[in-house]
């Protein structure tokens, strides 16, 4: 089963100092970090915060091509979770025809933005996902979890480069 998720915002983790895309599903209750490399978060950034480049970036090239060919996003979905890597796929429609092509989360989230489609996370890539892969000795599970549930508006701010 997949799960609404929108992005929340992009910020550093405190421990590691790498960013972390925060999804939150559309009711709420529901917090999915995922940790990006920074020229992944600076793509999302990017978006988020409507900066216009004096060229296109990688994505909003891909954005362009599909346009171009005439196929259209309908979705993208994080779908797996294997040795604290994430997975995702995004599913083009082009002429009646489905097409899902694999994907790293972060690529798959920076398109999302881009062409305004729906973002969804597999349920069992939620129930499965756990935050220790990125994030020291120092700081537990269920203290990263709590922290990043609790989160509000407010302290999800725009990723700043």
């Keep these: 089963m997949e799960v609404e998720m ?7 983790d405190p421990v590691t100092n790498m960013p972390i895309v925060i999804l939150r599903d559309t009711g709420g209750s529901t917090v999915l970090p995922i940790w990006v490399g920074i020229y992944e978060a600076n793509a999302i950034a990017l978006e988020i915060e409507k900066v216009n480049t004096p060229r296109p970036m990688t994505h909003d090239l891909i954005r362009n091509l599909l346009m171009g060919l005439e196929a259209r996003v309908s979705k993208v979905v994080v779908n797996d979770l294997r040795d604290d890597t994430f997975y995702a ?13 694999d994907s790293r989360p972060s690529d798959a989230l920076a398109l999302a933005l881009r062409v305004d489609c729906p973002i969804y996370v597999e349920d069992d890539v939620l129930k499965n996902s756990k935050v220790s892969g990125a994030t020291s000795d120092k700081v537990s599970n269920e203290e990263l979890s709590k922290w990043l549930e609790s989160l509000n508006d407010e302290d999800i701010g725009r990723y700043k480069m």
């Design 6 to 12: 929108k992005i929340r915002g992009l910020m550093m």
């Design 89 to 101: 796929l995004i599913w083009l429609e082009k002429g009646g025809e489905i097409i899902s092509i």
